[in-house]
């Protein structure tokens, strides 16, 4: 199934089903208004969820509605924690290069695994509202898992059992900062999030396997593999995160930014770029940024993000 937040007035927003092809949407109301909820409550509500979902897919839901991602907020709006895994060794080192950062010798022997604020998300529509342009704004392309309870101390198998569904997020930063604390701006998220059965073949035991399209302005960035470059596996970081305590429901582990050794096809971030192109660019007022993941047949999994660096008055 796919589930969606939309805009209520609330913090947390409302909570949808998503049809497999994005067009139609249903409110959840009689189940649960809130995701967390249904994270907290998973054996209990996720079934219930499936069977809406199920019918929505067939044509019979009575009070289904064409699914708006403007109305998106993020899916989980105010996460319990965020943590950034740097699963792709190879976009890791072209960042430190791109940032003339010493690359680290742990590179491929220990993953970063880095806390990030995780109380405000961005929607799919929701520009990206800063104080100037001075910090040097960046983006990276990541997807992210949402899990339930993890005991402290699991293995990678038992961990990877605790995932429960898969988004897609634009991580945005500053670069130009020596506050690390104000380095990290709110990530944005495509409007849905998917449980593992809706990526059938492209979930491979804590990878993948997606086309993920990265467009600036309008014209075409890169072309990611998601499959390609990922060094540990979502269970595998997962265990690493609970080796010395639990992790709770609602936590957001993110792998990103994603990147193969061979980045002919493109980069996930400008930092990558100045790597690759020599290109000093950091994004501008107005830019837009459009990421999109596609499965195998050319369908769209999570649905499109589109968002704009906007300086507020």
Known sequence: MKLASYKDGSRDGQLVVVSRDLTQALHATGIASRLQAVLDDWNFLAPQLQDLAHTLNHGKARHAFPFDPAMCMAPLPRAPRWVQAGAYPAARERQCVGLGQAVPDSLRSA???RERPSD????????LSVRSLDGGIDHEVHWAVLTGDIAAGATPDQALEGVRLVGLVNAWSLRETADGAAASLP?????????LDELEGAWMRGRLGLRI????NGQREAQLA???GQHWHVGQLLSMLARERPIVTGTVLSCGPIGAADASAGVASRAECIAEAGSPRWLEEGDLVEVEALDAQG???FGPLRQSVVVRG
């Open 111 to 113: 993953p970063l695994l």
């Open 120 to 127: 405000l998300g961005l929607g799919a529509r929701q520009d």
């Open 187 to 195: 990530a944005g998220w495509a409007p849905a999030l998917v449980t």
């Open 213 to 216: 399209g990265l467009r600036v």
């Open 226 to 228: 998601s499959g390609e």
């Open 299 to 301: 369908h769209p999994v």
